[in-house]
């Protein structure tokens, strides 16, 4: 595992961002994981600006999204169907049918996950996985004590992450759903190399977990200590643990 700490947290992101662009340069056809939350918002914003400026061409990337909420209309803004399509592929200037993100609508969410496995299969496999951690140390939606053996499912999210994602849902934590479906541990492992962002205080305990704890299920991020080829993008105050 690779740890970078910058001073700040936008230089963390133009580094991870600088990686991810550099990836599909080399790779027009990289198959590329996304993740939601606050944390990859400046990596985006610095592959947009390679492909406004400099004219990055990801016309043949293929996107899949670690997880979805269950029960939430796919035009809910908080939906990662929507938060994608705001966050990636509208100012990447993708078309929809490049960007897969799990079906949490459809009735049936335990086929959906399977579908969504072999839909990332298909396309060949990730090859480079962008990630976030929660402030318990999940990845995608892989709580504490989640398997990490774990494939594409149904999970439960744990109350401190509905309490950490009401802030995106008017503050209020009843409104957060219950259930949602995201990338197994086993999944994410599966990616060529997984890069890892994190920023500001309230990671920095999941982050040394992470990185010097031992592999457990307790911190589900500490799998990645397994991934050959793990790179973690941090600012100062997400290292303050280590
Ligand atoms: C959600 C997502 C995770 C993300 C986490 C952290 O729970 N499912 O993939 O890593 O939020 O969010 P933030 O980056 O906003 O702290």
New binding site residues.
Partial sequence: MDVVISPMPHTAAERAGARVAEAIAANPLLVLGV??????LGVYAHVRERIERHGLDVSGITCFA??EYVGLPEDHPQSYHQVIRQTVTEPWGLRADQVHVPAGTTGDPRQAALDYERDIREAGGVGLQL?????NG????NEPGSSLGSRTRIKTLHPR?RE??ARFFGGDMDAVPIHCITQGIATILDAGHVLMIASGAG?ADAVAKMVEGPVSSACPASALQLHPHTEVFIDDAAAAGL
């Fill in positions: 993740a939601t939350g606050s944390s990859p670690l997880d990630v976030g951690i929660g402030g999940h990845i995608g939606f992450t950490d994602n990671k």
